[in-house]
Nanobody, 121 residues
Framework: QVQLVESGGGLVQPGGSLRLSCAAS????????MGWYRQAPGNQRELVAT???????NYADSAKGRFTISRDNDRNTVYLQMTSLKPEDTAVYYC???????????????WGQGTQVTVSS
């Protein structure tokens, strides 16, 4: 089975930085796109950033210029470096990955359990 485990969330002051990590483990043949979404109380889950296996990135407008997504394919890990954090960035951040568990199976989207990011003074 496949698991995604996030880490790195916490409380930070406005203008501060945080780095989130998400490691995929289990039965994995290949990983395509990995990404981060977030969900604030009362809001729908929204895209933050994605990155393909080849390193092509995509960002939400709210993340452009402040957040950087990267990945380590050898470690099946995706990162989200967040800088210049604002109170409106407060949310639960979820990692997602499109994974093929075995060579002759199809791809499937997996999600982590989420990590809380709170931006407050």
């Amino acid at each position: 089975q496949v698991q995604l485990v996030e880490s790195g969330g916490g409380l930070v002051q406005p203008g501060g930085s945080l780095r989130l990590s998400c490691a995929a483990s289990g039965i994995i043949f290949s990983i395509n796109t990995m990404g981060w979404y977030r969900q604030a109380p009362g809001n729908q889950r929204e895209l933050v950033a994605t990155i393909t296996s080849g390193g092509v990135t995509n960002y939400a407008d709210s993340a452009k210029g402040r957040f950087t997504i990267s990945r380590d394919n050898d470690r099946n890990t995706v990162y989200l470096q967040m800088t210049s954090l604002k109170p409106e960035d407060t949310a639960v951040y979820y990692c997602t990955a499109e994974i093929r568990p075995r060579r002759f199976t199809g791809n499937r989207d997996y999600w982590g359990q989420g990590t809380q990011v709170t931006v407050s003074s």
